[in-house]
C-alpha cells in the first residue's frame, strides 16, 4: 500500500526539484556553503520535494477515470491506493512546503505559496490552452527561489532574469511539441493545447520562435551576466541540440519517430542547460 503512494509521487521528480533548488541555492551563493547556506538548502530542497509531490497527487486523482481506461494498472484505478488517502496526502505535503518556509521568512513563503498554487492548479486547466504557459512558468520555480533565499543579489539580477526567460521559453516549446505529437489523444480527452487552438502551421512557427529565442536568452544570460566561459561552453551545446531537434519537428511534423527523437533530445538539452547553469559561477568569467 505505503509503496502505491510512494509511487504516484513520482520520488525522481519530486528529489530533482528538491535538488534544483539545492542548486540554485550554491551558485547564488557562490558555491559557499556555510551554516546559513545549509539551513537554506535543507529548507529548500524539502520544499521542492514536497511541492512537486503534492502536485503529483494531484496529477493522478484528476486522472483517475482516464486512467481507468488508459492505464488500469496505476494505484488509483486499480485499487491500490484511494482518492481520499491521495487527497490527505497532498494536504499534508503542500502544508510541509509551506510550513518549512515559516523558518527562512515570508518572502519565501510567499514564493512557495505562488508556485504550489500554479503547480496544483494546472491540472485543473489542462483543457485550456494557456495552461501550458502555467507549466513553463512553474519550471522557473528552484531559481527564483533561490535566488529570493539567496537575499536577492543585485548583482546577479540580470542573468537570473535572462536564465529565468530562457527555462521559460525552452519549456514552451517542448510543450508545444508534445501537444503537436499528442495532438489525437488530446483531442479525444477534451484538452485543448496550443497546436488544437492554433493549429499545426501556427505551432510549427511557435517552434521555430523558441528554436530561435530560447538558445540566444541563454546565451545573453552568460554574456550579460558575467557567467563562466564553461557556462557559455554547455549553453551553446545546449542550445544547438535543442534548436536542432526542433526544426527537424518543423520539417518532419507528421512523423512521430521524429517528434519522439525530438521530444527525448530536447530534454536532454535542456538537463544540460542546467548543468551549464550550475556551473555558471565557476572558473574564469565572461563580461561586457
Request: charged share 15%.
Amino acid at each position: 500500500m505505503v509503496i502505491s503512494y510512494f509511487k504516484m509521487i513520482r520520488p525522481l521528480n519530486s528529489f530533482m526539484s528538491g535538488l534544483g533548488v539545492v542548486f540554485s541555492l550554491l551558485v547564488f551563493n557562490s558555491y559557499r556553503l556555510d551554516q546559513h547556506v545549509l539551513l537554506l538548502a535543507v529548507l529548500g530542497f524539502a520544499t521542492g520535494f514536497t511541492a512537486t509531490a503534492a502536485s503529483m497527487l494531484v496529477n493522478d486523482i484528476v486522472d483517475v477515470e482516464v486512467d481507468r481506461v488508459n492505464k488500469p494498472w496505476k494505484p488509483l484505478p486499480s485499487g491500490q491506493a484511494s482518492v481520499k488517502a491521495a487527497w490527505l496526502l497532498t494536504l499534508a505535503f503542500s502544508a510541509t512546503s509551506i510550513i518549512v518556509n515559516i523558518i527562512a521568512g515570508p518572502s519565501l513563503v510567499l514564493v512557495t505559496i505562488v508556485y504550489l498554487t500554479m503547480g496544483l492548479l494546472y491540472n485543473f486547466l489542462r483543457k485550456h490552452w494557456w495552461s501550458q504557459f502555467m507549466v513553463s512558468t512553474s519550471t522557473t520555480g528552484p531559481i527564483v527561489y533561490g535566488y529570493v533565499a539567496s537575499g536577492l543579489p543585485r548583482e546577479a539580477l540580470g542573468f537570473t532574469i535572462l536564465f529565468t526567460l530562457t527555462i521559460f521559453i525552452v519549456n514552451t516549446g517542448r510543450e508545444v511539441l508534445k501537444a503537436v505529437q499528442d495532438i489525437e489523444g488530446d483531442k479525444a480527452l477534451g484538452y485543448e493545447t496550443i497546436p488544437l487552438k492554433t493549429g499545426i502551421p501556427a505551432a510549427i512557427k511557435i517552434l521555430k520562435a523558441c528554436s530561435i529565442l530560447g538558445p540566444l536568452t541563454g546565451v545573453l544570460a552568460g554574456v550579460l551576466g558575467g557567467a563562466s566561459i564553461l557556462y557559455l561552453t554547455l549553453i551553446l551545446i545546449a542550445g544547438y541540440l535543442y534548436s536542432s531537434s526542433l526544426f527537424k519537428t518543423c520539417r518532419n511534423p507528421g512523423d512521430k519517430q521524429v517528434l519522439e527523437d525530438s521530444r527525448r533530445n530536447t530534454l536532454k538539452a535542456m538537463l544540460l542547460g542546467l548543468v551549464a547553469f550550475w556551473t555558471s559561477r565557476i572558473g574564469f568569467t565572461i563580461s561586457f
